[in-house]
């Protein structure tokens, strides 16, 4: 069974507007941890945000935010007034830590495109 | 800037070269990966090495031979590769493999077999 739905694989947003990227995952274990990562089509992969399972709070990093919803088991990215520099593949990333080395579950992604 | 250094940034090889892809990190990590990406997919696991030790190999063909000479360093050698085998690859380290600390990638390399 896919750990990581992204189900948007290209959203549009005009500049400055918020944008929230979607993505669900799967898990049985009680402690994981949930990623999201830019990639630009330069190809490098950049860490963006991190929310730990236990997390009461949703984390946030400057214009990006992570809506957690644990019963739902969706964590949705959020981009508050989106720049041109935003255009990106979005990835969202789940490690499961229960059982200790598990590798990092990449989602199909979410291509972002920002329109002036 | 990265904080993970790939070297080179684009390869093209034939099928019968030996090339060696490098990755670099300054963090004090000690656990480094190495992933593959082909285009408009999500990166996939091929290795992890984990305070030096190969700790996971994703069931790799061997024409792919990963070596991590000391803790900041990690190579992917690369012998006889097919052309299926073009993509990105990608490095990353974290802090362990425990915990959730997390993946810094580096810039990638292209590769191009010919």
């Known amino acids: 069974a896919q750990k990581i739905t992204q189900t948007q694989p290209g959203m549009f947003v005009q500049e400055k507007e918020a944008v929230t990227l979607d993505c669900t995952y799967d898990t049985s274990d009680q402690s994981y941890g949930l990623f999201w990562y830019k990639q630009p089509s330069s190809g490098e992969m950049i860490f963006l945000i991190y929310?730990?399972?236990?997390?009461?709070q949703n984390a946030t990093e400057g214009r990006y935010s992570l809506n957690f919803q644990k019963a739902r088991k969706s964590a949705n990215l959020v981009i508050s007034a989106s720049q041109l520099g935003d255009s990106a593949m979005y990835f969202c990333a789940m490690r499961e830590a229960d059982s200790g080395n598990t590798p990092l579950v990449f989602g199909k992604g979410t291509r972002l495109s920002v329109i002036a | 800037d990265t904080e993970v250094t790939q070297t080179p940034k684009h390869l093209v090889m034939g099928m019968t070269n030996k090339k060696s892809l490098k990755c670099e990190q300054h963090m004090g990590h000690r656990a480094m990966y190495w992933y593959k990406q082909k285009a408009k997919k999500p990166p996939e696991l091929m290795f992890v090495?984990?305070?030096?030790?190969?700790?996971i190999n994703e069931s790799v063909p061997s024409r792919f031979s990963p070596e991590c000479p000391n803790s900041s360093l990690l190579n992917l050698h690369l012998h006889a590769l097919q052309p299926e085998d073009s993509a990105l690859y990608l490095c990353?380290?974290?802090?362990?493999?425990?915990?959730?600390?997390?993946?810094?990638f580096g810039d990638g390399t292209r590769l191009s077999i010919l």
């Open positions: 929310q730990g399972s236990y997390d009461e």
């Open positions: 090495y984990s305070y030096e030790k190969l700790s």
């Open positions: 990353a380290s974290s802090q362990d493999t425990w915990g959730q600390q997390p993946q810094h």
